[in-house]
């Protein structure tokens, strides 16, 4: 068990999806620094959110974590959110997102490189979007509530 973890069951089937990054290689890595401890940080754009008119998080609503294959890996709850100008962005949070980033600028080149890809700038319907200083970025702090177990084969 993860220290924090609720001994409470809970049914997943009941709550939304959670997913970190796109299906691949880094949505892998994230879930699992998220099931390792090391992941306890989320940095979003309120112009994603806004795109998929979706709410924002509040702290206490919980989500079940997706692997790139769509399974259930563990219940999640967030227990903060901020929105702040990415310019903003401290490196608490920056080192919580558990990437292995050490100062802001290293974060920041990396979230760049996301929010500028291909995959993001389809997402939005924007083949030029960009961030800057001031793009808001919602800022998501979460816990694992229950890592749920593998499925079988």
Request: zero cysteines.
């Given at each position: ?41 989320t940095t979003?754009?309120l ?73 993001m ?30 499925p079988?084969?």
């Amino acid at each position: 068990m993860i220290p924090g973890q609720d001994p409470v069951p809970v049914d997943p089937g009941s709550l939304p999806k959670v997913e970190f990054g796109f299906p691949g290689p880094l949505r892998d890595r994230l879930v699992a620094a998220v099931l390792d401890g090391s992941k306890t940080s989320t940095t979003g754009l309120l112009l994603d959110y806004e795109h998929e008119d979706e709410p924002l998080p509040r702290a206490g609503d919980r989500g079940v974590l997706v692997d790139s294959h769509k399974r259930p890996v563990a219940v999640v709850e967030v227990t903060e959110v901020r929105v702040v100008p990415l310019g903003e962005v401290d490196l608490a949070h920056a080192v919580d997102e558990g990437e292995g980033y050490t100062s802001v600028a290293e974060w920041r080149a990396g979230h760049e490189g996301f929010w500028h890809g291909e995959e993001m700038r389809a997402a939005l319907d924007d083949p030029e979007f960009t961030v800057d200083d001031t793009t808001p970025a919602v800022l998501e702090r979460f816990r694992v509530v229950t890592v749920l177990p593998a499925p079988a084969r």
